[in-house]
C-alpha cells in the first residue's frame, strides 16, 4: 500500500454531512471562499493527484479553444475520508493524461480553483468527492452528480 | 519455647504486613476497584485497544456536533441564546485553529475522521491523532492536577478508570478546544468532557460522550460516536508542509508535474 495513501488525515469530516441534505461543510477550514450553490464542471486531463493531509487536491489542465490550456485546482477531503466515500479513492486512481469530468463549486475570487464534487474517470466511475456538494437547489449548477 | 512463639508471632505479622500492603496495591493508585491498567500486571486485565480506529461515517452522521445543523429535528444541538447567536452570525472570515494547522482539542478532535491510537501503559491511556494531537488520560489520579498549566489547553486535563472494559475519562480545563467542526466557536474554561469509551465489538470502538457547559448548553449535551477498526497505519503529520488553506487564503500554485 502506498505510504502517502496512508496519510490519512480526515479534517474535512464535515463535508460529509452534507449527505443528508443541507449546505456542505468545511471542517478543517470555513467553506466560506467556495460558492457551493454556483457549480461548475469542465473537462480535461489529469495533471496531478495530491493525496496529502490535510486535504487532497485534484489538478487538472483545461484544454482552451486558442490551443492553450488553464490549470484547476480542486481540493476535497483528505485520504481518510476519501476512502470513507468512495472505497476505489487512492492516490493510484488516476494518472496523469486521464481524461476526467469534474464539477466543483468555484472558488468566490473567481481563480481556477474550488471545492471538488465529484470527477468522472475514464473508466466510467464517478468518484465523489463531497455528497451533497452540487445538488443544492436553487442556484446550484443544473442536475447532481450522474447516476 | 518462647522463642519458638516469638519467631511465630514475628512471621504471622510479616505475612500480615504484606496482606496489607498487597491489598492497598490491588486498591490502585485512582481509588477505583478493579483492573486500572496502574501497572504492567493490572494492563494485561484490560481490553486490547491495539491497532487503528477512524471516526466512521455512520457514527459521523448520527450523532456528535459535525453534522450540526443537520442533525434530525429534535435532536438539535441544545444551545443558549447566545450561543445560537454566535454560530449564526460567525465570520466566515476567522477560520478554526484547526485550518492553521493548529490542535482541535477536546472534543473537536474526537469529530474528525483521523486515524487515532490508544495507548495503554501502566498509568496512562494515550490517544495518538493523525493529525499529531495527543491526549493523555492518566489512570492513576485519583484527582485532576493543578489546573494552572491547563489554562490556555486545546486538551485539558484528563484522568480516567476502568469500569470491566470501559474506560471512563474525565477532561476538564480545555478553553481552546473545537467545539465544532467547522467554526472557530471553543469550549470554555469551564466546559467539562466526560467520556465513556469502550469496544462494541471487535471492529468497532464506541465513545459515548457527555460535554457539561452552563455558558454554552442549556443542558448537558450528549453523543455517541462510533469509531471503526481501521487497517491503515498512522504516518507522520505534515500539515504545515503541504496544507494549502493557511491563514485563510488558498495557495493555487500547481505541484510540480
Not at chain 1, 37 to 64: A, E
Not at chain 1, 84 to 112: A, C, E, H, Q
Request: glycine fraction near 10%; aromatic fraction near 8%; proline fraction near 9%.
Amino acid at each position: 500500500m502506498p505510504s502517502m495513501k496512508r496519510i490519512a488525515i480526515s479534517v474535512a469530516a464535515g463535508m460529509l454531512s452534507a449527505a443528508v441534505g443541507n449546505a456542505p461543510a468545511w471542517a478543517h477550514h470555513s467553506g466560506a471562499m467556495f460558492d457551493m450553490f454556483h457549480c461548475k464542471t469542465i473537462s480535461g486531463t489529469v495533471r496531478v493527484l495530491q493525496w496529502s493531509y490535510p486535504h487532497n487536491w485534484l489538478w487538472v489542465d483545461q484544454p482552451l479553444a486558442n490551443g492553450t490550456q488553464a490549470v484547476w485546482g480542486f481540493e476535497f477531503m483528505s485520504p481518510t475520508q476519501a476512502e470513507n466515500i468512495d472505497p476505489l479513492w487512492s492516490r493510484d486512481v488516476m494518472k496523469k493524461g486521464d481524461k476526467v469530468t469534474v464539477k466543483f463549486g468555484p472558488l468566490r475570487d473567481g481563480r481556477n480553483g474550488g471545492a471538488l464534487a465529484w470527477v468522472l474517470i475514464p473508466s466510467g466511475h464517478t468518484l465523489h468527492a463531497s455528497p451533497g456538494l452540487c445538488t443544492l437547489p436553487p442556484g446550484g449548477a443544473p442536475g447532481g452528480p450522474p447516476p | 519455647m518462647k522463642q519458638q512463639k516469638l519467631m511465630m508471632g514475628c512471621a504471622a505479622l510479616l505475612l500480615g504486613c504484606t496482606a496489607l500492603a498487597g491489598s492497598v496495591h490491588a486498591q490502585s493508585a485512582n481509588g477505583y476497584p478493579g483492573p486500572q491498567g496502574d501497572t504492567l500486571d493490572s494492563l494485561k486485565q484490560l481490553p486490547d485497544w491495539s491497532g487503528t480506529f477512524a471516526l466512521d461515517r455512520a457514527g459521523h452522521e448520527g450523532s456528535g456536533y459535525a453534522d450540526e445543523p443537520n442533525r434530525p429535528q429534535g435532536k438539535a444541538v441544545p444551545l443558549t441564546p447566545r450561543y445560537e447567536y454566535l454560530r449564526a452570525h460567525a465570520d466566515p472570515g476567522i477560520q478554526p485553529a484547526l485550518a492553521n494547522c493548529l490542535p482541535a482539542g477536546v472534543p473537536g478532535v474526537m469529530l474528525h475522521t483521523i486515524l487515532t491510537e490508544f495507548l495503554l501503559t501502566p498509568g496512562r491511556v494515550t490517544m495518538l491523532f493523525e493529525d499529531g494531537e495527543v491526549r493523555r488520560i492518566y489512570t492513576n489520579l485519583a484527582h485532576h492536577p493543578d489546573l494552572e498549566p491547563f489554562d490556555q489547553s486545546y486538551e485539558g486535563s484528563s484522568i480516567g478508570h476502568w469500569e470491566g472494559n470501559t474506560l471512563v475519562v474525565d477532561t476538564v480545563s480545555f478553553p481552546k478546544g473545537a467545539l465544532f467542526q467547522n467554526d472557530p466557536l471553543t469550549a470554555t474554561i469551564n466546559s467539562h468532557y466526560v467520556e465513556r469509551i469502550f469496544l462494541r465489538d471487535h471492529d468497532h470502538m464506541e465513545i459515548d460522550a457527555t460535554l457539561t457547559d452552563p455558558a454554552i448548553f442549556t443542558r448537558p449535551y450528549t453523543t455517541k460516536l462510533t469509531y471503526a477498526r481501521s487497517k491503515e497505519d498512522m504516518v507522520e503529520p505534515e500539515c504545515a508542509a503541504t496544507s494549502r488553506d493557511l491563514n485563510g487564503t488558498i495557495d493555487l500554485t500547481p505541484p510540480p508535474e
